[in-house]
Structure formats: structure tokens, C-alpha cells
């Protein structure tokens, strides 16, 4: 398995931007499709957005597609997630996920077994 750091998470007004990291160890992370999901106070962790492991295709929640990118520098072991016009509904614990040669089935949390601890991102008005 792969192990899974995030960071970034902060406070932000809204309309600003926030760029979240998740930094992999342990497995080659160019192996590894990347997702990303959020968790809000009584709701079910949610899907945002996800990239496949060879990079060539990119999946997004209809509510951030737009504003939110998410990227990997594999020499770096590290996945992204820049969000930007931030708006306070997005406020939750973001989370990455990984997934050994995902490449179509990266979309729900049951597609992933790798987890991060979650990093939280709050939005004000």
C-alpha cells in the first residue's frame, strides 16, 4: 500500500484559492491513480475530483469543475489539488485516495483502499 500525506488545508475568504498537497510513499506513486474527496460536518464523504495513473484523463464533481485542478509531479511523489473561487460550501475535510492502476473506476470512495488523514479546508463568507 501507499501512504498518503495532505497539507494545505487552511482558512480562506471566499473567492480565494487554496492549493492542497498529497505526498506518497512507499510504492511507486506513478503507478497510482489519485483522487480527491471531501467530508462536511453530517454529510457522507463526497468525490471532487481524480487523475489517472498514466495522466491522460482527469474526472471532476460537477460543482468544482471550473475551479478546482488537480494535477501530480511524479518526480515529486506528490498529487495536487488547486481550488480556486472558493466558495463557502466547500468547506469540509478534503481527503486524497490512491488506487493501483486506476484508470475508469476512480470516481467513489469504494474504488479506493488507500487513504490520507484528511486536511481541513474552511471557506468563509
Known amino acids: 500500500q501507499v501512504q498518503l500525506v495532505e497539507s494545505g488545508g487552511g482558512l480562506v475568504q471566499a473567492g480565494g484559492s487554496l492549493r492542497l498537497s498529497c505526498a506518497a510513499s512507499g510504492r511507486t506513486f506513478a503507478s497510482y491513480a489519485m483522487g480527491w474527496f471531501r467530508q462536511a460536518p453530517g454529510k457522507e464523504r463526497e468525490f471532487v475530483a481524480a487523475?489517472?495513473?498514466?495522466?491522460?484523463?482527469?474526472y471532476y464533481t460537477p460543482s468544482v469543475k471550473g475551479r478546482f485542478t488537480i494535477s501530480r509531479d511524479n518526480s515529486k511523489n506528490t498529487g495536487y489539488l488547486q481550488m480556486n473561487s472558493l466558495k463557502p460550501d466547500d468547506t469540509a475535510v478534503y481527503y486524497c485516495?490512491?488506487?493501483?492502476?486506476?484508470?475508469?473506476?476512480?470516481?467513489?470512495?469504494?474504488?479506493?483502499?488507500?487513504w490520507g488523514q484528511g486536511t481541513q479546508v474552511t471557506v468563509s463568507s
Open positions: 487523475l489517472t495513473w498514466s495522466g491522460d484523463n482527469t
Open positions: 485516495a490512491a488506487k493501483l492502476f486506476g484508470r475508469t473506476a476512480i470516481t467513489s470512495v469504494a474504488d479506493f483502499r488507500s
